[in-house]
């Protein structure tokens, strides 16, 4: 059974970095997507970032130039650097795994952003 496993979080001034990372547990047969979704107090849950089986990504625009996604791909481990962090980027951030056959949820992260 595979399980993703965030880690990274906790608490940043404004203008700090946090990088976060998950690691899956298990094989997981032919990733096609691996993304970070966020989800803050009374707000429905949102892509930060995604990346694709090619190395592709795509970003919020809220967080363009800011967040930086990667993967690694034989340990299946995903990170998102997150620089110049805004009390706009707290929220509890949740890996996600999609392949042809099963979809994925970490347990999250809290990341907190104040002063």
């Known amino acids: 059974q595979v399980q993703l496993v965030e880690s990274g979080g906790g608490l940043v001034q404004p203008g700090g970095s946090l990088r976060l990372s998950c690691a899956a547990s298990?094989?997981?047969?032919?990733?096609?997507?691996m993304g970070w979704y966020r989800q803050a107090p009374g707000k429905e849950r949102e892509l930060v970032a995604g990346i694709n089986s090619v190395g592709s990504t795509n970003y919020a625009d809220s967080v363009k130039g800011r967040f930086t996604i990667s993967r690694e791909n034989p340990k299946n481990t995903l990170y998102l650097q997150m620089n110049s962090l805004k009390s706009e980027d707290t929220a509890i951030y949740y890996c996600?795994?999609?392949?042809?056959?099963?979809?994925?949820w970490g347990q999250g992260t809290q990341v907190t952003v104040s002063s």
């Open positions: 298990g094989s997981i047969f032919r990733v096609a997507f």
């Open positions: 996600y795994v999609q392949s042809p056959l099963a979809r994925y």
